[in-house]
Nanobody, 114 residues
Framework: VQLVESGGGLVQPGGSLRLSCAAS????????MYWARQVPGKEREFVAG????????NYADSVKGRFTISRDNAKNTVYLQMNNLNPEDTAVYYC????????WGQGTQVTVSS
């Protein structure tokens, strides 16, 4: 199993970013996918999840209405569109898949600062 995140960077408050997670080594279309984030010194926290065919999504209260999770099963990729970012969204963002056990990508840094 391999999960590779990309799309992070530095953005001003109110800005947007789109994260991608390219997956391989398992049946992506049959697997629920998640995004999580972590700030140094704090536990990793759930951000969003999406069902295997994308019909069901759920979000942390802190990102509802601003973030959108989606997936393209033809490309084995899950996305996180992040709008109206604020400094509290600064974190390393991770992609997660539960395939027998939990797998994480290496993470991508998102920094929201003026």
């Amino acid at each position: 199993v391999q999960l590779v995140e990309s799309g992070g960077g530095l953005v001003q408050p109110g800005g947007s970013l789109r994260l991608s997670c390219a997956a391989s080594g398992f049946t992506f279309s049959g697997t629920v996918m998640y995004w999580a984030r972590q700030v140094p010194g704090k536990e990793r926290e759930f951000v969003a999840g999406i069902s295997n065919v994308g019909g069901n999504t759920n979000y942390a209260d802190s990102v509802k209405g601003r973030f959108t999770i989606s997936r393209d099963n033809a490309k084995n990729t899950v996305y996180l569109q992040m709008n109206n970012l604020n400094p509290e969204d600064t974190a390393v963002y991770y992609c997660r898949a539960d395939v027998g056990r939990t797998y994480w990508g290496q993470g991508t840094q998102v920094t929201v600062s003026s």
